[in-house]
């Protein structure tokens, strides 16, 4: 039985059948077969990928543990330096756009999309352990290896053996700015409790024994400013920032699963997006609209339903920005926990109808899988000269732990 989640995620957050090719005959067949040995290599190239960057993860905590221990910190805060393994992808597509909208009729009429499953009150539904129980197992089928670190000899240190722990983790500036100064951590005040008085916060250059690993294994980090995307509807009020060090996987990279795939996905899914839309309007639901990325805003949309009146500190942290394109909550939801489950049983599974209508999901899969395909293709020489590359810095990251 599973328990309760202790927090509420501030946005809720899947799988990869190869596209036919078109044809017939023994050459339809050659040509399928082609098609599907290029997915298969695509996906070892990202399974290869990401046990690389898994490698260097676990390589770099450690030689940030060794630095720790020159410096006399023997224990250490393992919630810092938990490594994590990746799950083996099986597809080049973990999360399609129309996922964010569709379920299957089934889960519809169970569960609907699960959003009063966040609510205090779903707490005491019948329904709301075996929603988490299956939630929990796909999502473990999907997300890589990671367990609850022992952290009972760093959690017995003091306060003040803490804060030095950190400074000399990630250096002076960078622990005074992500926790407010000695003063504040020693008066008993958490990270990322603390006020800093800044509203914009720019986040300091890493110092201490991360950026000792960083300077041994890549060279000087990197100030990077970049332009958020809210909301996936275009651009946020500002950017963000970060130190860089470790060269980026060129799969991974946002420009080219950004707004250029998003962009191409919503040219080819146009028409039948607004088929689905015409189809909502005659069910009564009126005023939706894909956003760019191609998701719909539908837990914002019920979230108003459930949290609406809710204190401040029970409501889910939705950026503001995705309330921009969601209809206005609707007069027939009820008043009652009960009325609104079962209106978003309803709410869900007029989406579902539309999509079976318009065979929605069936079409958004393999646009979007020939999508990923095409874009990876592109960089797949790039790809393995990086994988080269990093497999430099992980011979490197030995040669330091060897010395």
Not at 90 to 118: C, I, K, N, Q
Not at 300 to 311: G, V
Request: net charge negative; charged share 25%; with cysteine.
């Amino acid at each position: 039985m599973t328990a309760r989640p202790s927090t509420r995620p501030a946005a809720l957050v899947a799988v990869l059948t190869a596209a036919a090719l078109a044809g017939c005959g023994l050459f339809a067949a050659e040509e399928e077969g082609s098609s599907d040995e290029g997915v298969d290599r695509l996906v070892a190239m990202l399974n290869e990928s990401a046990r690389i960057e898994g490698e260097l993860t676990a390589a770099e905590t450690r030689l940030v543990r060794a630095c720790l221990e020159e410096r006399g910190f023997t224990v250490h805060d393992e919630w810092t330096l938990q490594p994590f393994v990746p799950a083996e992808l099986v597809s080049v597509v973990t999360y399609y756009p129309h996922e964010s909208f569709l379920v299957d009729a089934e889960t519809a009429e169970r569960f609907g999309l699960g959003a009063w499953a966040w609510t205090s009150e779903g707490e005491a539904d019948p329904d709301y352990l075996d929603y988490w129980d299956e939630r929990d197992a796909e999502q473990a089928s999907e997300s890589g290896e990671w367990h609850y670190p022992d952290n009972a000899a760093f959690d017995a240190l003091s306060r003040a053996e803490q804060y030095d722990w950190y400074a000399a983790y990630q250096g002076e500036e960078y622990t005074e700015a992500t926790m407010g100064g000695e003063d504040d951590w020693l008066a008993g005040a958490d990270a990322g409790s603390i006020d800093t008085g800044e509203e914009d916060w720019i986040e300091p250059r890493p110092g201490g024994c991360r950026l000792d690993m960083i300077e041994a294994l890549y060279g000087e980090p990197e100030y990077v400013e970049e332009q958020v995307t809210v909301g996936g509807s275009g651009p946020g009020p500002g950017g963000l920032t970060h130190w860089a060090y470790r060269p980026v996987n060129p799969a991974t990279s946002s420009d080219l699963l950004g707004a250029g795939l998003d962009a191409a996905y919503a040219e080819e899914m146009a028409g039948l997006q607004s088929q689905f839309l015409d189809c909502l309007a005659g069910l009564g639901h009126d005023g939706w609209s894909f956003l760019d990325n191609g998701r719909m805003s539908v837990w914002e949309y019920l979230s108003r339903i459930y949290f609406e009146d809710a204190p401040a500190d029970e409501q889910p942290l939705w950026d503001e920005h995705a309330f921009d394109e969601v209809p206005p909550a609707p007069n027939d939801a009820g008043d009652t926990f009960e009325e609104h489950k079962a209106y978003e049983l309803r709410f869900v599974g007029d989406f579902v109808a539309c999509g079976e209508e318009t065979d929605y999901a069936a079409t958004s899969t393999e646009v979007y899988e020939r999508l990923r395909v095409e874009a990876y293709t592109a960089v797949e020489t790039d790809v393995y000269a990086w994988q080269e590359e990093m497999a430099e810095s992980l011979s490197r990251a030995q040669e330091l732990l060897d010395a």
